[in-house]
């Protein structure tokens, strides 16, 4: 039987407004990274801090590293996370900051300068906080989160603010954590980074799970998807209405005509296209990514 770092039950919260997590079934397995993504609304941070202990769930329950979030005092001390942006003391330094969060969590004070290294900020843990990036404060609390030197990591949204270099570095990290035996559960609006270094892949809507396991699972479920755009923009519609006519599903995002079908037939709208008096300016066939696919069960158009 494999170990699981988090499984959820029929977990859900209910406020006034209605579900905003309605009876979620998931398992993320020790060891692995789990993307946790879903649209704005769809219960993500929600879900988060009641495995964190913050909210009492509705109904039905979690285990988290073996133990009920009934009990979080048991699991807690083996979890790290940041959540909603970290918070720290402007006039101190990262340095300081960690070390006070040591001193206050019981965590050896040793660890703080190899935690500032290994987020890439060696050369400013002697600056204070106030004179620190976004990027920057989110690297510091990644760092706060793995004071505890935890068997899970929770990050909400841990790239938000960085530049492509410092998104590359905090994935190699998540990565090297996970080979080194460190679950990591985390919530991106970064598909395609998720997509580079996840194995599990949790998918919310609406508060509803609408996908939960191995990611390549989820590719295999996806048909192949063919770009389309025209030289003008009414094109789209007259595009759409081709493939619709063959049998073929499709969306426009992003000024793109996105059809579902194989990638053979692409000669055959580009043909029947001509004949329309459509000149395509980009017919670009290609298997299903992260984002094609979450915007495909998600509903959520670009």
């Known amino acids: 039987m494999q170990k699981l770092a988090i499984s959820v039950t029929d977990l859900s919260k209910k406020y006034a407004t209605g579900f905003a997590l309605s009876h979620a ?17 769809a219960g993500k941070t929600t879900t988060i801090r009641m495995l964190l202990g913050l909210i009492s769930p509705s109904s039905g329950t979690a285990r988290i590293l073996g133990e009920s979030i009934n009990d979080p005092e048991k699991y807690l001390p083996q979890v790290g996370a940041m959540i ?51 990027g920057m404060k989110q690297r510091l609390g990644i760092a706060a989160a793995l004071l505890p030197n935890p068997q899970l990591l929770i990050l909400d949204e841990p790239t938000n603010g960085l530049d492509p270099e410092g998104i590359q570095e905090v994935r190699d990290l998540l990565r090297e954590l996970a080979n080194k ?5 985390v919530s991106s609006h970064l598909l395609s980074e998720l997509e580079l270094i996840s194995d599990y892949l949790v998918m919310l809507r609406k508060g509803e799970v609408v996908f939960a396991g191995p990611i390549q699972e989820l590719f295999l479920k996806q048909q192949p998807v063919i770009l389309a755009q025209g030289s003008k923009e009414e094109d789209l519609e007259k595009i759409l209405a081709i493939a619709v006519a063959d049998g073929h599903r499709g969306t426009i995002r992003s000024g793109v005509a996105h059809i579902e079908g194989p990638q053979e037939w692409a000669g055959v709208l580009n043909q029947k296209a001509f004949q329309a008096g459509i000149v395509l300016t980009q017919l670009s066939p290609q298997l299903p990514n992260l984002e094609e696919t979450f915007f495909e069960m998600t509903g959520d158009k670009k």
């Open 25 to 41: 079934n998931f398992e993320v397995p020790l060891g692995s990274v789990c993307g946790f993504v879903g649209p704005n609304g």
């Open 84 to 134: 909603e942006g970290p918070a720290f003391y402007p006039a101190l330094t990262g340095a300081e900051n960690l070390r006070v969060l040591a001193t206050l969590g019981g965590f050896p004070k040793e660890r703080v300068d190899e935690l500032l290294t290994k987020v890439g900020l060696a050369d400013r843990g002697d600056s204070k906080y106030k004179t620190y990036s976004l």
């Open 181 to 185: 035996g460190t679950t990591v559960f």
